[in-house]
């Protein structure tokens, strides 16, 4: 990790390690990748206004997140199958976040199941769901994130249709893996992955385990996705969630203003201004330039979270510059896993927190409440 110094680095070595229909599952997005390619392009134009000569030597990151203190605004973001990146990803991943002082979303889609993840860590997570048309077992589903002390809960709200990736047909991507002829080639060269999957708790989604028929053996995830996911979802049925799950809920997906303002009065705590890190609708504006306008629209009214192309501290900076209160990272905090487990995600967490400090230091900043459109450039 020594010679590790950006996220770009951490890419590489997941690239290297992980059999490439699981590294192209994270790094890829959906058809063309416009909106994927975007996300990073718009945050990059956006530039910094250099101060001098201000005292920076009290620079500080902590701040809070829906009222709980975190080390920096950072969250790691619901990711699909981080258990087939490394062996018990999850685990690995939640507990790089909590040794940083931040929290970790597990997604619906894991390997690993919320039980396991809780047996595994000290300290509360938050979990993501994705709702099925089997609402009995949406219902159980929230249940168990309730029994298991989940501090929040993200309802993501941009795939009750999914938009096709094609590296993922291309590739044959299976769960559980599918050891044929052509992927063993591949596997062969990638012994320190086969070795973690094969120690690793589980080979497929741990949520769903047991209680999901198909689950046991998804040939094509897109298309068991497409079978299961309610395609009805709509505003009532946040209602429905609310009367079941008492604690802070978070809505993930929104990219325009009149859904901000729909989601205010909904009795969600906070927004993720996202388009699911260019992964669904291709064409999407990217989640950066939309972000102004729905922060200041809905702003006062609830927490603003924000991801998509975040991959520098440079880049979370711009996102609080533009009305963010905190970040999410996806595919950053991935290619961390991928490359070296939970070494690999504490490296990108501390990679980012440097960057960020830099900035703030460079633009005259000591914390992060002061940072607003002032540090940008006009
Ligand atoms: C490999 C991968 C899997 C993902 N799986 C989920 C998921 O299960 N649930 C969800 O709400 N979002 C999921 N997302 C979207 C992320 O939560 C997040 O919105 C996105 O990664 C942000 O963009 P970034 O990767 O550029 O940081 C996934 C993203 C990636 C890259």
């Given at each position: 990790?020594?010679h590790?110094?950006?996220?770009?680095?951490?890419?590489?070595?997941?690239?290297?390690?992980v059999?490439?229909?699981?590294?192209?599952y994270?790094d890829?997005?959906?058809?063309?990748?416009?909106?994927?390619?975007a996300?990073?392009?718009?945050?990059?134009?956006?530039?910094?206004?250099?101060?001098?000569?201000?005292?920076?030597?009290?620079r500080?990151?902590?701040?809070?997140?829906?009222?709980?203190p975190?080390?920096?605004?950072?969250?790691?973001?619901?990711?699909?199958?981080?258990?087939?990146?490394h062996?018990?990803?999850?685990?690995?991943?939640?507990?790089?976040?909590?040794a940083?002082?931040?929290?970790?979303?597990?997604?619906?889609?894991?390997i690993?199941?919320?039980?396991?993840?809780?047996?595994?860590?000290?300290?509360p997570?938050?979990?993501?769901?994705?709702?099925?048309?089997?609402?009995?077992?949406?219902?159980?589903l929230i249940?168990?994130?309730?029994?298991?002390?989940?501090?929040?809960?993200?309802?993501?709200?941009?795939?009750?249709?999914i938009?096709?990736?094609h590296?993922?047909?291309?590739?044959?991507?299976?769960?559980?893996p599918?050891w044929?002829?052509s992927?063993?080639?591949?596997?062969a060269?990638?012994?320190?992955?086969?070795?973690?999957?094969m120690?690793?708790?589980?080979?497929?989604?741990?949520?769903?385990?047991?209680?999901l028929?198909i689950?046991?053996?998804?040939?094509?995830?897109?298309?068991?996705?497409?079978s299961?996911?309610?395609?009805?979802?709509?505003?009532?049925?946040?209602?429905?969630i609310r009367?079941i799950?008492?604690?802070?809920?978070?809505?993930?997906?929104?990219?325009?203003?009149?859904?901000?303002?729909i989601a205010?009065?909904s009795?969600?705590?906070?927004?993720?201004?996202?388009n699911?890190?260019?992964?669904?609708?291709?064409?999407?504006?990217?989640?950066?330039?939309?972000?102004?306008?729905?922060?200041?629209?809905?702003?006062?009214?609830?927490e603003?979270?924000?991801?998509?192309?975040?991959?520098?501290?440079?880049?979370?900076?711009?996102?609080?510059?533009?009305?963010?209160?905190s970040?999410?990272?996806?595919?950053?905090?991935a290619?961390?896993?991928?490359?070296?487990?939970?070494?690999?995600?504490?490296?990108?967490?501390?990679?980012?927190?440097?960057?960020?400090?830099?900035?703030?230091?460079?633009?005259?900043?000591?914390?992060?409440a002061?940072?607003?459109d002032h540090?940008?450039?006009?």
């Amino acid at each position: 990790m020594k010679h590790v110094t950006c996220i770009e680095d951490l890419r590489l070595l997941h690239q290297q390690r992980v059999p490439k229909a699981f590294f192209d599952y994270a790094d890829r997005g959906s058809y063309t990748e416009d909106t994927l390619r975007a996300n990073s392009e718009k945050l990059q134009e956006i530039k910094f206004r250099q101060r001098i000569l201000v005292d920076v030597s009290k620079r500080d990151l902590s701040t809070t997140i829906l009222g709980e203190p975190a080390s920096m605004p950072l969250v790691l973001a619901p990711v699909g199958l981080l258990g087939m990146q490394h062996g018990d990803g999850e685990i690995h991943a939640c507990r790089a976040a909590q040794a940083a002082g931040i929290p970790f979303t597990q997604s619906t889609m894991s390997i690993c199941s919320i039980e396991d993840i809780a047996a595994a860590v000290d300290k509360p997570f938050w979990f993501q769901l994705y709702v099925m048309k089997d609402r009995g077992f949406i219902k159980a589903l929230i249940e168990r994130a309730i029994a298991a002390k989940c501090s929040a809960l993200v309802l993501t709200v941009d795939l009750q249709v999914i938009g096709q990736r094609h590296q993922d047909i291309k590739n044959g991507m299976t769960v559980p893996p599918e050891w044929s002829l052509s992927k063993l080639v591949d596997f062969a060269s990638k012994p320190s992955w086969v070795a973690g999957i094969m120690r690793g708790k589980r080979k497929t989604f741990g949520n769903l385990a047991g209680h999901l028929k198909i689950s046991e053996d998804i040939t094509s995830l897109s298309t068991w996705i497409n079978s299961q996911f309610d395609t009805t979802l709509n505003w009532k049925d946040v209602d429905w969630i609310r009367s079941i799950w008492p604690g802070k809920l978070i809505l993930k997906g929104i990219l325009d203003t009149e859904d901000a303002e729909i989601a205010a009065k909904s009795g969600a705590q906070a927004i993720v201004v996202s388009n699911h890190g260019g992964r669904q609708l291709d064409g999407a504006p990217s989640s950066i330039e939309v972000l102004p306008e729905i922060a200041d629209s809905v702003g006062s009214q609830l927490e603003i979270m924000f991801d998509g192309g975040i991959r520098t501290g440079m880049d979370i900076m711009r996102a609080l510059a533009l009305g963010a209160k905190s970040c999410m990272i996806g595919r950053a905090y991935a290619y961390g896993l991928g490359a070296a487990g939970q070494e690999g995600v504490a490296k990108a967490i501390d990679v980012l927190a440097k960057e960020l400090t830099t900035t703030m230091g460079l633009c005259g900043v000591n914390t992060i409440a002061e940072i607003d459109d002032h540090v940008l450039a006009v």
